[in-house]
């Protein structure tokens, strides 16, 4: 029997995806961060890939509101630099 896939869903998009395509931010030490192995405990917020995922979520600030916390914009440069590190 196979496996099932772990999906998330985007917070930006709302489209499902494999963990593995997308980032996760946690908050680790009252810091939002990236989790870039997806194993750090606690509540987490998934954005796609995608730079116009990222720059939505940056515009409505959405990984601090899922995450309820407030902090900086820095994260999401911080994730824009990343994926267009990877591409």
């Known amino acids: 029997m196979r496996q099932k896939a772990f999906t998330r869903q985007c917070a930006s998009c709302r489209c499902h995806k494999n963990k593995e395509e997308m980032i ?20 987490g917020i998934y954005l796609c890939l995608d730079e116009d ?19 900086s914009l820095d994260i999401y440069d911080e994730a ?3 994926v267009k590190d990877e591409h």
């Open 24 to 43: 996760r931010f946690v908050i680790k030490d009252n810091n939002v961060v990236i989790d870039e192995n997806h194993t750090l405990s606690g509540r």
């Open 53 to 71: 995922c990222i720059a939505n979520a940056k515009k409505k600030n959405l990984v601090n509101k899922g995450l309820k916390v407030s902090g």
């Open 80 to 82: 824009l630099k990343r």
